[in-house]
């Protein structure tokens, strides 16, 4: 199993990578939010399914599971939405601002 997410952390970051060196602000801004999903899994796949119990304090010790890595990934899966959710208004406003996405219009003239 692990195995085959590896694969697919694979493939987003092959994709994302296309989308990154696209040229509309758009599909870079979707290739970042991409490769943070990927990052997200490789996170979760690293630590590993482990089987246990939740640990509790007060029981018989026995084989307790690690939360360290759910509670990174929730910790950046809500730092990767805020930064994604920045990053499209800012895309928002230099369209409004600009009237493009194209980053080679957004340069602006060779004389500046």
Request: hydrophobic content about 50%; charged content about 15%.
């Amino acid at each position: 199993m692990e195995s085959l997410i590896l694969l697919l952390i694979g493939v987003l970051v092959a994709v994302a990578t296309y989308l990154i060196l696209s040229k509309q602000l758009l599909r870079v801004i979707l290739g970042t939010a991409v490769l943070s999903h990927a990052a997200h899994l490789l996170i979760l796949t690293m630590g590993g399914l482990k089987k246990g119990d939740v640990p509790l304090i007060g029981e018989s010790a026995g084989p307790y599971t690690d939360a360290l890595p759910q509670a990174l990934i929730l910790t950046a899966i809500v730092i990767s939405f805020a930064v994604t959710a920045f990053v499209l208004v800012l895309g928002y406003r230099a369209y409004k601002t600009n009237g493009t996405g194209e980053f080679d219009e957004l340069r602006g003239t060779p004389d500046e």
